[in-house]
């Protein structure tokens, strides 16, 4: 059995390199086989034919493509990513610099959003059939649609200009310097700036784990271990809680696994109203101004993070159900 | 298209010029007549109809493209091209307008100069512009058309004399002159359709600062380093708080890395020099400046400055800071170093710059360029990135050392940018510090100015009607509106037929409504252009210039007629007699 898993395993971690090696072929192409030449940003028009050569051999564009391939490659796979055209850093330290931001924003509104999500999908499955279930469903499909960028300048205009209590923008009041990342999270600054952006993500999340638990929920309840409990007498919140919805979370570990890796990318809209320091920010900006190294960087940060993610989500399938790993037909 | 969405279309114009419709309600008719205007990526304006290739008249010019960025990107410039475009189909002109990237039509004007027709282009303002010679000289001097600036193949040696007599006419009412008929051969000859000097918007807390101490320079705006030096706090707050949209990607004083980065390097690096409020240079770290004849400059260094680091600034560092460029550690500042044949001290207070060739903007694209940097830091730094193979662009100091009216603090990337007050400096700051935001979204800005967030809208890239209004109903903020250096225009290849003919580009000028661009497209937050010497240099400018201001398609076609052309049965242009189209249409 636990040879069987890991052969699963490993048969994943596999299919993981290659999809990773798929989306690295397609980034290295996208960015050579776009309109225009990937220099035109850098070289000036006033640049002789030699200063034009010296940037294309210091950017290795002289050689042929193929070779260009292997040599990009190489690189990514010695977790060499360059260098920004234009802010003349490692593309690696520029990334990492914004990285925490981005992962604290992420992991502060998927526990918020899915924490929300369970209890509220449980209580609508209890209160099946009721008004209330019908309002809260309603309330979950609008919100998980409407546009993140439309729901943060909501939020942004209420919370912050209307009522004042939250401010508009970054990490920080104007002129704090944290010396460590532990410092900023433990400064009331650094959370009083995060709960515009968690919250209208948070409200963006919310919605599938919701809908999620409450269909799970639903299922249980219907099955013989839960009539049984009814049988013996229990009361009703302690089924709920103990039997039922113990149960009905499985599918919602693997949810929030994945939505950690879709989260992250899902930041771009977000970190741009609330102007949060992070990968989406440094992504959309890389792209406006054609700093290809960069936006190739941020683009697989983003695929490495999502891939891996559900590769975890995999594993704690397999720990969590073991059908997963026995036969692989039933790998979906 | 056929000849009821040609009517259909013109009326639709005219709805709009007239301000009957709005310009989304403009674009969204438009594209119900068939999506065939400019939405898809290169669809004609006017395709041709009916006849076939094999029965044109030889003479019939061809159908021209015309390359715009998307509408997303600048969306200004796309709706004014769409108003030309109209009306430039009223004087017989197919059109084809070819909807591309920034890169591609980059790529195309830059560096495929024979394959293009026209394109919606922009010049954009930068301090060393205040003086007009970067633009009278290498927008249309002929030794640029090949590889340069002049990306539009003009060439007039009349043209070409002038711009370089200008250069080294020291007298200054001597060299206005010469720019006054350097501006009316422009204005006679339309290498560029020129549409629009565009208007910069700011705005600041007139409660937190004091209005009288904020300045406006010419063709920069109230963001610039008079107002950062004199700026006074009326209150408590003493700290100015400013927002940018763009990415700050280095703070170098040998490497021109972005607007804002320029703005950061001018307040920690002194200069000899610094072009005032009103755009002329004026001795700043010097504290005279004398030319001894055309080619020499005496330089007398102001006494008792000290770098930030305590050290005190010498005639060595001066000498350094203007050798530094000239080698390969700067390219961006080589330019502005060329020019000088030597730099030598004289005593310990003075250096002498001998140059080259006289050179009138010497003042303002030399003294008050340069960045002055300490020796002690940067030589090392030099010997160790020569080791290395690399240029000073790619180094940032940890803490960059200047000798300006503010030290830096501190750099959280992507967030803020924080610069105190130098209170040795000979002109201090009244402010304490200097906080630069990164806000990429712009709404975000406008409510942190009402809400307190920030005190200085440095950067409003928004509507700016929306700005108004927002400053209007606020208690204690003031808007500042500011025609800039920079310009928008249509350009035409000269290299290409019709083009290469002035009368067609003057009937083209003739044609096209820059009146209505400027009123229903930026809603007056423009100045009419007629000229690259912005009416923001008020000096330089050359006044009663023809600009074309209002769509007149009848003396249009008139224009064209005296110079020989005329139409075919289908209303299309015909080359004057003897004269055939040679070319397919241009563009990627």
Do not use: C
Not at chain 1, 129 to 144: H, N, Q, S
């Amino acid at each position: 059995m636990l040879r069987a898993r890991l052969i699963y395993l490993l048969g994943r971690l596999a299919q993981m390199v290659g999809v990773l090696w798929v989306i690295v072929t397609i980034l290295f192409l996208i960015f050579r086989l776009m309109p225009g030449n990937p220099l035109t940003a850098y070289i000036d028009p006033t640049f002789t034919a030699e200063q034009e050569e010296a940037v294309k051999r210091q950017f290795g564009l002289d050689k042929p493509l193929y070779t260009q391939y292997a040599l990009y490659l190489k690189n990514v796979a010695t977790g060499n990513l360059g260098r920004s055209f234009f802010q003349k850093e490692p593309v690696l330290d520029v990334l990492m610099d914004v990285f925490p931001n981005t992962l604290l924003l992420t992991v502060t509104s998927l526990v918020a959003a899915y924490a929300f999500g369970v209890v509220g999908g449980a209580f609508l499955a209890w209160r099946r059939g009721t008004k209330v279930e019908g309002a809260g469903i309603l309330l979950a499909l609008m919100t998980r649609a409407a546009p993140e960028f439309f729901l943060g300048m909501l939020v942004l205009s209420f919370f912050s200009f209307d009522l004042g209590w939250f401010p508009s923008s970054g990490v920080s009041d104007p002129g704090v310097i944290y010396d460590s990342i532990v410092e900023q999270l433990l400064s009331a600054d650094f959370w009083h700036h995060l709960a515009l952006p968690a919250l209208t993500m948070a409200i963006y999340l919310q919605g599938l784990p919701l809908l999620l638990m409450r269909s799970n929920m639903l299922e249980v309840l219907d099955e013989d271990f839960v009539t049984m409990a009814r049988m013996k007498g229990l009361p009703e919140w302690r089924i709920m809680l103990a039997h039922a919805a113990r149960n009905a979370l499985l599918p919602i570990v693997t949810a929030l696994t994945v939505g950690i890796g879709y989260a992250v990318g899902g930041n771009v809209v977000v970190e741009n109203v609330f102007s949060w320091p992070g990968i989406g920010r440094v992504l959309v900006r890389a792209v406006q101004a054609k700093d290809y190294p960069l936006a190739q960087g941020a683009f697989l940060l983003i695929a490495v993070v999502i891939v891996s993610m559900n590769f975890l989500a995999d594993v704690f399938y397999s720990a969590l159900d073991p059908r997963v790993s026995a036969t692989k037909q039933e790998v979906g | 298209m056929s000849v009821e969405h040609d009517h259909a279309l013109t009326h639709l114009i005219e709805q709009f010029t007239s301000g009957d419709i709005s310009r989304r309600e403009l674009i969204r008719r438009v594209a119900a007549l068939g999506g065939a205007l400019a939405f898809a990526g290169s669809v004609g304006v006017m395709a041709p109809s009916g006849a076939s290739a094999a029965q044109q008249d030889p003479r019939r010019v061809r159908k021209l493209s015309l390359a715009v960025q998307p509408q997303a990107n600048v969306p200004e410039e796309f709706e004014g091209i769409q108003l030309a475009a109209g009306q430039l189909k009223q004087i017989g002109l197919d059109l084809e307008i070819q909807v591309m990237p920034w890169e591609q039509m980059s790529d195309l004007v830059w560096f495929n100069r024979q394959q293009w027709d026209m394109t919606a282009w922009q010049m954009v303002g930068r301090p060393e512009r205040l003086d007009p010679d970067e633009f009278v000289y290498n927008l249309f001097h002929s030794s640029t058309i090949e590889k340069g600036y002049n990306f539009v193949g003009y060439n007039n040696p009349e043209y070409d004399k002038l711009a370089e007599a200008q250069r080294v006419e020291m007298d200054r009412e001597k060299r206005k002159e010469l720019l006054y008929q350097l501006q009316e051969i422009i204005a006679n000859d339309q290498p560029y359709i020129f549409f629009v000097y565009p208007h910069e918007n700011f705005a600041y807390s007139s409660a937190v600062w004091d209005p009288n101490s904020i300045v406006e320079a010419k063709g920069i705006g109230i963001k610039n380093f008079w107002t950062f030096i004199r700026a006074t706090p009326l209150g408590e707050q003493k700290d100015m708080i400013l927002n940018t949209q763009a990415v700050v990607q280095a703070i170098n004083p040998l490497y021109i890395s972005g607007a804002t980065d320029s703005w950061i390097t001018e307040l920690v690096w002194d200069r000899l020099m610094r072009i005032n409020p009103e755009g002329f240079p004026e001795p700043f770290a010097a504290e005279k400046v004398e030319w001894r004849d055309d080619t020499t400059v005496l330089v007398t260094l102001r006494p008792g400055m000290t770098w930030h680091d305590g050290q005190p600034v010498t005639v060595d560092d001066v000498v350094f800071s203007f050798q530094a460029p000239a080698g390969e550690m700067s390219p961006m500042y080589k330019p502005f170093v060329a020019p000088i044949a030597s730099v030598t001290p004289v005593g310990d207070n003075q250096v002498e710059f001998k140059l080259k060739a006289p050179f009138a903007a010497f003042e303002t694209a030399g003294l008050a360029k340069v960045n002055l940097i300490p020796r002690h830091v940067w030589e090392p730094v030099f010997a160790d990135l020569e080791a290395q193979g690399i240029n000073a662009e790619e180094y940032q100091e940890e803490t960059p050392i200047g000798s300006g009216p503010f030290k830096f603090v501190n750099w959280a990337r992507s967030q803020e940018i924080i610069l105190e007050a130098n209170p040795a400096h000979f002109q201090a700051p009244k402010m304490t510090r200097w906080i630069l935001r990164d806000m990429p979204n712009v709404s975000a800005a406008l409510g942190g100015l009402t809400s307190g967030e920030i005190n200085f809208l440095s950067e409003y890239t928004g509507d700016p009607e929306l700005l108004k209004q927002t400053v209007d109903t606020t208690q204690g903020l003031t808007m500042v509106s500011t025609i800039v250096v920079g310009f928008r225009f249509l350009a035409p290849n000269e290299r290409r037929p019709p083009f290469d003919d002035a009368a067609l580009r003057r009937a083209m000028a003739t044609a096209i409504g820059k009146d209505q661009i400027q009123t229903n497209i930026y809603k007056s937050y423009a100045t009419l252009a007629d000229s690259h010497v912005s009416k923001a240099l008020e000096f330089w400018h050359a006044p009663d210039l023809p600009d074309y201001a209002s769509s007149n398609i009848e003396a249009a076609r008139q224009i064209l007629q005296e110079a020989g052309y005329s139409w075919d049965g289908e209303g299309f242009l015909l080359y004057p007699e003897g004269k055939t189209e040679t070319l397919q249409t241009g563009g990627a």
